[in-house]
């Protein structure tokens, strides 16, 4: 599964089903420059079981407000809507890795 761009309009529909790693970023941050390579790499290695859904904060502010992102990248663990599990700054994949399986 191809990682996702989501809105304000389109938060909701992107992340009511299943395990959702959400990454609340935005494009003048480098820290979430670097954590987007790792992020393609975990959708290739996870994509059947996590969807991976991005939030540029700038754009998306009601987002971002709604789940007081106050620092970024911010990484949400969603199951089924709700919030399970997050974690702040860069990360390495195999934190990811068990970040999200801990929830699948």
Request: include cysteine; hydrophobic fraction near 45%; glycine fraction near 6%.
């Given at each position: 599964m191809a990682i996702v761009n989501a809105t304000d309009q389109t938060f909701t529909a992107e992340t009511e089903n299943g395990v959702v790693l959400v990454d609340f970023w935005a494009p003048w941050?480098?820290?979430?420059?670097?954590i987007a390579p790792v992020l393609e790499e975990l959708a290739a290695e996870m994509g059947e079981k996590v969807k991976i859904v991005k939030v540029?904060?700038?754009?998306?502010?009601e987002t971002a407000g709604k789940f007081?992102?106050?620092?970024?990248p911010s990484l949400f663990v969603m199951k089924d809507g709700k919030v399970v599990d997050k974690t702040l700054g860069f990360k390495p994949k195999e934190a990811l890795v068990e970040l999200?399986?801990?929830h699948l």
């Amino acid at each position: 599964m191809a990682i996702v761009n989501a809105t304000d309009q389109t938060f909701t529909a992107e992340t009511e089903n299943g395990v959702v790693l959400v990454d609340f970023w935005a494009p003048w941050c480098g820290p979430c420059k670097m954590i987007a390579p790792v992020l393609e790499e975990l959708a290739a290695e996870m994509g059947e079981k996590v969807k991976i859904v991005k939030v540029d904060v700038d754009e998306n502010q009601e987002t971002a407000g709604k789940f007081e992102v106050m620092s970024i990248p911010s990484l949400f663990v969603m199951k089924d809507g709700k919030v399970v599990d997050k974690t702040l700054g860069f990360k390495p994949k195999e934190a990811l890795v068990e970040l999200v399986s801990k929830h699948l």
